[in-house]
């Protein structure tokens, strides 16, 4: 063993033991970003920067069980991604199906869409619809797969599922307008029943949003990382929390 890697253990080591897990967030929404960067710097193609990325996800849910996480989203693709070049996006939807069934197999995660299935090509829809169904008794984290997301896609999609919801009931637009309200919308969206993300992580530097979770993360804490995605390591997660559990939340009060 290297004396870095020695030391790095060590390090992880003594910030895991001050980690006080009473104040764990319970939702974790992580914007996996950097694979392609990593890639270049590294001599590599695009595509073994995409697998480098889907490797690193068994090792994040396994330190988020450490910690006694009990929801983690992931974004695997946006909606914007899907207009990447033809060359590129096939081999990535590869890549998440393999990631997804392998999630499925795992037998410790609950695997669950977020994201417009309608989007996605027919062998991506069957792989996620099937990773739901066969982990639905699973008694794990809740993993949600954002595959096809964007944000304002989701909370048009809550709006038009509410719409529809109050035709089919016999509502008018005047009786739906007069009762509408915020959790009236929260029901009709994609993570429908779960808590809203705690803390969001997203890795390479980049310091916003682009759309994650728009509606769910009013009150998150946000941690911005500078390494990317592939390269990222336990003391980069545990740091995370770490930074997570010194801040006050107020919840706008």
């Not at 005047?174 to 915020?182: H, K, N």
Request: proline share 3%; charged share 30%; with cysteine.
């Amino acid at each position: 063993m290297k004396l870095r890697d020695l030391v790095y253990r060590l390090y992880a080591r003594r910030v895991e033991g001050r980690l006080d897990h009473a104040q764990v967030p319970k939702h974790i929404g992580v914007i996996l970003d950097g694979n392609r960067r990593w890639a270049r710097a590294d001599g590599r193609t695009t595509e073994q920067g995409h697998q480098a990325g889907a490797d690193k996800i068994s090792e994040l849910l396994g330190w988020c069980d450490e910690t006694d996480v009990e929801v983690v989203t992931l974004w695997l693709l946006s909606t914007d991604n899907l207009d990447r070049p033809a060359k590129e996006l096939k081999p990535l939807l590869g890549i998440i199906e393999n990631t997804v069934r392998g999630l499925a197999a795992d037998g410790r995660w609950r695997v669950h869409h977020v994201g417009q299935l309608d989007l996605l090509p027919p062998e991506t829809q069957t792989v996620l619809k099937e990773a739901e169904q066969d982990t639905l008794g699973v008694k794990g984290i809740l993993v949600n797969v954002a595959v096809g997301y964007g944000g304002r896609q989701e909370i048009a999609d809550a709006v038009r599922s509410l719409v529809l919801e109050a035709a089919e009931n016999g509502s008018t637009f005047e009786e739906l307008a007069e009762r509408v309200d915020i959790d009236h919308i929260t029901k009709h969206l994609y993570t429908r029943g779960q808590p809203d993300p705690d803390l969001i992580i997203r890795t390479s530097g980049e310091q916003r949003l682009s759309g994650f979770m728009l509606w769910q993360s009013a009150h998150s804490e946000y941690y911005f990382c500078e390494v990317f995605w592939p390269a990222f390591r336990k003391v980069d997660f545990l740091r995370a929390l770490r930074d997570y559990a010194a801040r006050h939340r107020r919840y706008g009060y």
